[in-house]
Structure formats: structure tokens, C-alpha cells
């Protein structure tokens, strides 16, 4: 999964929550990620699509680990979010030292943790564009999607 977030300076909340089940994701007790700037392109789907295969090579490397109430900062490596399981919640945060649009690619769907909006100064955020990549959960091998549900005015991008 990757999202394509307009994110300004400062520090953003990332809210993940276990699931009606009591568990975050399928289980999953982490998850890897990798935040990169995204570029001047005009279309969100484009930024997405360009950058997925340099993310895929961020994700494929040893990861920092990062724990509750941690940071994480944009750039090329991979951050393995550690989920708290004794708590309900847990959160992150993504530390952006100057604004602009910034690609979030996911080893698993952020909404099996209710997390696809990030906090940003008392408001959530969600994503200018979404793309979702063969090889993450529940997607369709045959083409690429968005999340189910996941309204769109266009075909692959929407403005927030």
C-alpha cells in the first residue's frame, strides 16, 4: 500500500489501534515503512507508481525499529513500526522538517489499524492518492487497486 500525504513542517501523529478482534492487523505486531519525499509531479497516482519500485527497495533492507511514541523521519530507509500489544493503541510520529508532499509506502494495508489519516496540527489528514501494490494484503494479483470501500472522485486520485 502507499498513500501520497501533503504533510506541512512539524511533527504529525500516526494513530494505529487494534482491530474489533482485540489485535493489530491479521495479527501483525509491526510493520514496515518507508516515507519519501514526493516530488513535484502533478498527478498523486503518478508519484506512487514512480516510486515504487526505490521503496520497495528501501523496505527489502534492514529496518530501524521504532517503538511506541517514537519518530520516524522521511527519507531512504526502512522503519519497522513495533506495535505495543499490551495497549489498545499506539502511536507514531513522522517528523517533517519542511512541507511538501511525501509518498508512505506500507508492508500492510493502515487500515487494518484504522490508521490511513495522520494527525497534523488538531486535524487529520488523509491521502491526496492511494495505490495498492500486488504483493500487499488482499489485493487483486491481476491489477492494481485502492482499498475497498475507499470512495474516489476519479479513477486513482482524489483531492482531501
Same mark, same amino acid.
Given at each position: 500500500w502507499s498513500g501520497l500525504y501533503e504533510l506541512s513542517a512539524g511533527s504529525h501523529n500516526?494513530?494505529?489501534?487494534k482491530n474489533e478482534r482485540g489485535i493489530y492487523g491479521a495479527p501483525d505486531p509491526s510493520m514496515?515503512?518507508?516515507v519519501l519525499r514526493g516530488g513535484a509531479m502533478l498527478s498523486g497516482r503518478a508519484v506512487?507508481?514512480? +516510486?515504487?519500485?526505490a521503496a520497495e527497495s528501501v523496505l527489502g533492507v534492514d529496518c530501524l525499529q521504532r517503538t511506541a511514541g517514537e519518530s520516524l523521519s522521511p527519507g531512504d530507509m526502512c522503519h519497522e513500526l513495533i506495535f505495543d500489544v499490551t495497549a489498545n493503541a499506539t502511536d507514531f510520529f513522522i517528523t517533517v522538517r519542511s512541507p511538501g508532499r511525501f509518498a508512505i509506502f506500507t508492508e500492510?494495508?493502515?487500515k487494518e489499524f484504522d490508521a490511513v489519516e495522520i494527525g497534523t496540527a488538531?486535524? +487529520?489528514v488523509g491521502p491526496?492518492?492511494?495505490f495498492v501494490h500486488e504483493e500487499s494484503h488482499g489485493a487483486d494479483d491481476s491489477q492494481h487497486t485502492h482499498e475497498p470501500d475507499h470512495?474516489?472522485?476519479h479513477e486513482h486520485e482524489h483531492e482531501h
Open positions: 500516526w494513530h494505529f489501534q514496515r515503512v518507508a506512487l507508481d514512480d +516510486m515504487h519500485v500492510h494495508w493502515p488538531g486535524a +487529520m491526496l492518492a492511494t470512495e474516489h472522485e
